[in-house]
């Protein structure tokens, strides 16, 4: 036991930071030693092992004592505190290093006219802790609290915040449905659909076509075959549903044929398939809704808004931005491969001409 101060005469070992046959470095904290007024951070002076503790966690022993031997090499240790005379009996017996006195907090009423009695290491632990020493009853001489009465306080409370977490993450790891969402620059998309339209009055292509084209090319993320929905409602919630095979849809002209050759008026919750598409109505940007009972997830389109974005040069120039929602089932896909998949249809309504060209 290292002597810390001038009338020190006994100290005692606080914690041991490293086990017996533990390895430790430069540095490491390896106990906390604690008198009345400090408590010291013990570290190693170099690389050694820890050979043996003598004097276990909350004994209190005189300065001088061997409290634990340790293997350091050929270092030679200074036990005592910088500037107290005389060395303890045994160098290699206890460890001891260049350590930083830890200032005690001030003691605080714990009633009218009554103060705290807290070993400076319990002090420590209690604020690291977030713990009112005003809470607790010590176990040492006069009620004074010890580290021990903290930590024991603290591992309760670890307990009892950890039990009820595990059982939600066992039993219910996650909600039954969730949403992402991604925001789209489509200013290339609308250029080139006017165009296609101006030279094919005949198609009507629209936002929701290419949505549609881009989802049907990404076969590998539902289990089942692709079956996509597609609901066109009007401002009084009436409209027609098209229900067509991912497959059938590998061209801009087979998309909107699909669509219009399977359009019916139905109700939503009636046709069943994996991906179910729908617009939000004009004005609005952002709408996240569940899919039908009998559909694995849904994506909602927002109305196109306008928003600056830099240049290569960093210039702000305009730009159209439309925001989809992607709803899973949790049963259907994960949120990992929820997230992918917004990627992957994003990419090429960024990129329109390779979205019709593959």
């Given at each position: 036991m290292p002597k810390l101060g001038l009338t020190m005469t006994e100290g005692t070992v606080a914690r041991w930071d490293v086990a017996p046959g533990g390895r430790f470095q430069a540095g490491d904290i390896i106990l906390v030693v604690e008198t009345d007024k400090i408590a010291y951070d013990v570290e190693a002076p170099g690389p050694g092992i820890l050979q043996e503790v003598l004097v276990a966690a909350g004994g209190a022993v005189p300065v001088g004592t061997p409290i634990g031997r340790w293997d350091v090499g050929d270092i030679k240790v200074s036990l005592d505190a910088p500037g107290i005379d005389g060395q303890a009996d045994s160098p290699a017996a206890a460890p001891d290093t260049t350590a930083t006195p830890i200032a005690p907090l001030a003691m605080q009423p714990r009633g009218e006219g009554a103060r705290i009695l807290a070993t400076p290491f319990a002090r420590r632990l209690a604020r690291q802790g977030g713990i009112d020493l005003r809470s607790l009853n010590g176990t040492g001489p006069r009620g004074r609290i010890k580290a021990a009465d903290v930590?024991?306080?603290?591992?309760?409370?670890?307990?009892?915040?950890?039990?009820?977490?595990?059982?939600v993450v066992t039993d219910q790891s996650r909600a039954a449905i969730f949403s992402a969402g991604?925001?789209?620059?489509?200013?290339a998309l609308l250029a080139l659909n006017e165009q296609i339209n101006n030279e094919l009055p005949d198609l009507h292509a629209d936002l929701v076509h290419y949505v549609v084209l881009a989802a049907a090319k990404i076969t590998d993320v539902f289990r089942e075959p692709l079956a996509i929905g597609f609901a066109s409602h009007g401002e009084g919630g009436a409209g027609a549903v098209s229900v067509v095979a991912g497959a059938e849809c590998r061209t801009l002209r087979s998309v909107i044929a699909q669509i219009a050759s399977s359009a019916a008026a139905a109700e939503t919750s009636g046709p069943r398939g994996t991906l179910w598409i729908e617009r939000a109505l004009d004005g609005i940007s952002f709408l996240a809704a569940d899919p039908p009972n009998g559909w694995s997830a849904s994506l909602t389109i927002g109305s196109v808004r306008d928003a600056f974005r830099p240049d290569a040069n960093g210039r702000p120039v305009r730009a159209a931005i439309v925001d989809i929602v992607l709803t899973c089932r949790t049963a259907a896909l994960d949120p990992v491969s929820a997230q992918h998949l917004l990627r992957r249809i994003r990419a090429p309504l960024e990129t329109p001409l390779l979205l019709l060209a593959s």
């Amino acid at each position: 036991m290292p002597k810390l101060g001038l009338t020190m005469t006994e100290g005692t070992v606080a914690r041991w930071d490293v086990a017996p046959g533990g390895r430790f470095q430069a540095g490491d904290i390896i106990l906390v030693v604690e008198t009345d007024k400090i408590a010291y951070d013990v570290e190693a002076p170099g690389p050694g092992i820890l050979q043996e503790v003598l004097v276990a966690a909350g004994g209190a022993v005189p300065v001088g004592t061997p409290i634990g031997r340790w293997d350091v090499g050929d270092i030679k240790v200074s036990l005592d505190a910088p500037g107290i005379d005389g060395q303890a009996d045994s160098p290699a017996a206890a460890p001891d290093t260049t350590a930083t006195p830890i200032a005690p907090l001030a003691m605080q009423p714990r009633g009218e006219g009554a103060r705290i009695l807290a070993t400076p290491f319990a002090r420590r632990l209690a604020r690291q802790g977030g713990i009112d020493l005003r809470s607790l009853n010590g176990t040492g001489p006069r009620g004074r609290i010890k580290a021990a009465d903290v930590e024991r306080v603290i591992a309760a409370g670890r307990s009892a915040i950890a039990s009820p977490a595990a059982a939600v993450v066992t039993d219910q790891s996650r909600a039954a449905i969730f949403s992402a969402g991604v925001e789209i620059d489509v200013t290339a998309l609308l250029a080139l659909n006017e165009q296609i339209n101006n030279e094919l009055p005949d198609l009507h292509a629209d936002l929701v076509h290419y949505v549609v084209l881009a989802a049907a090319k990404i076969t590998d993320v539902f289990r089942e075959p692709l079956a996509i929905g597609f609901a066109s409602h009007g401002e009084g919630g009436a409209g027609a549903v098209s229900v067509v095979a991912g497959a059938e849809c590998r061209t801009l002209r087979s998309v909107i044929a699909q669509i219009a050759s399977s359009a019916a008026a139905a109700e939503t919750s009636g046709p069943r398939g994996t991906l179910w598409i729908e617009r939000a109505l004009d004005g609005i940007s952002f709408l996240a809704a569940d899919p039908p009972n009998g559909w694995s997830a849904s994506l909602t389109i927002g109305s196109v808004r306008d928003a600056f974005r830099p240049d290569a040069n960093g210039r702000p120039v305009r730009a159209a931005i439309v925001d989809i929602v992607l709803t899973c089932r949790t049963a259907a896909l994960d949120p990992v491969s929820a997230q992918h998949l917004l990627r992957r249809i994003r990419a090429p309504l960024e990129t329109p001409l390779l979205l019709l060209a593959s």
